[in-house]
Every structure is written in structure tokens, then in C-alpha cells.
């Protein structure tokens, strides 16, 4: 009988067989993990390019009367409305800390800051009627405004 069998099928070429079958199994699984590590990859590169720049509106406000408490509060009650712009990530409404430093400019009566996703964004701000709203209830508060716009990567 043993004279009967097909010698490809003995035990040692089963054995080679086998193992040429895990291999292949072992490629085409690694393969697969390789390219979903490929993917992920492409993924998190779009998505910084996504993420990689960040616009900064720093405004800051000088008032026609600058010891009118009443007028600084309403001029922040006016940025609070203008928060509401869709646009804008974040937003900081200030007045100036209590710091003494030869650099510190501490002339200003509030400062406006605000984030934007990218200059598109803050230009769309900028012609949006809750903005333009702001502009025509409360221009009459100010004296001086000083813009200082900046784009950089986010950290």
C-alpha cells in the first residue's frame, strides 16, 4: 500500500506545505496591517494639513473717555455680543493686567483677542452683520482701535 501513495503527500512535504500556507497567510495578514498603518498614516497628514494654521485678531480699544467706567463696560457688553460671530474659535475680552514692565503698553482701555481656523474664516467675520452690527452701536466709544493680525502654526 505505502507503494500506492503519491509521494507529494509524505508528511515532510505536508509539513513544507503547511508552512508555505502560514507564511503566506503571515504576508497577506502583515500586509494588511502595513497598509492599514499606510492609511492611518495618510489620515493624520491631511489632517495636520488640515490643522496647521491659526489666525489671531488682537484688537485693542482706546476709549473717547477713558476714566468712563460705564463706557468700558459697554464696550465689552458689545464684544460679548460679537463673540457670538460662528467663525470665531475663541475668543478673550480684557482689560490691562496690573504688570509694570518697560515693555507693557497698559494706554489701552480693552483688548478684543479671537481665533480663527484660517484668514478665510476671519475675513468672513469681519463682513458678518452681528460684526458690522458691533461696529455701528459701539464706534462711537472708541478713539483709537490698533489691529494686530497674525498667522502662524498651532502648537
Known amino acids: 500500500m505505502s507503494g500506492d501513495l503519491n509521494p507529494k503527500f509524505n508528511i515532510q512535504n505536508l509539513s513544507l506545505l503547511l508552512m508555505e500556507t ?9 500586509s494588511a496591517v502595513a497598509a492599514g498603518v499606510v492609511t492611518t ?14 489666525f489671531v485678531h488682537h484688537v485693542y ?8 467706567e460705564a463706557d468700558r463696560l459697554k464696550l465689552m457688553e458689545g464684544l460679548d455680543k460679537l463673540s457670538k460671530v460662528p ?12 504688570t509694570h514692565r518697560s515693555v507693557i503698553e497698559r494706554s489701552y ?3 478684543w483677542l479671537c481665533f480663527f481656523d484660517n484668514l478665510e474664516e476671519e475675513e468672513i467675520y469681519q463682513k ?3 460684526h458690522l452690527k458691533f461696529i455701528a452701536d459701539y464706534g462711537h466709544l ?14
Do not use: C
Open 22 to 30: 502560514l507564511s503566506r497567510r503571515s504576508f497577506v495578514k502583515q
Open 128 to 130: 458678518h452683520p452681528i
Open 142 to 155: 472708541w478713539e483709537k482701535v490698533i489691529v494686530y493680525d497674525s498667522v502662524g502654526p498651532k502648537r
Open 61 to 68: 480699544f482706546w476709549l473717547k473717555n477713558p476714566d468712563s
Open 109 to 111: 482701555a480693552v483688548s
Open 87 to 98: 467663525e470665531i474659535r475663541m475668543a478673550h475680552i480684557a482689560t490691562p493686567a496690573d
Open 41 to 54: 498614516l495618510s489620515a493624520m497628514t491631511t489632517e495636520a494639513k488640515t490643522k496647521k494654521e491659526l
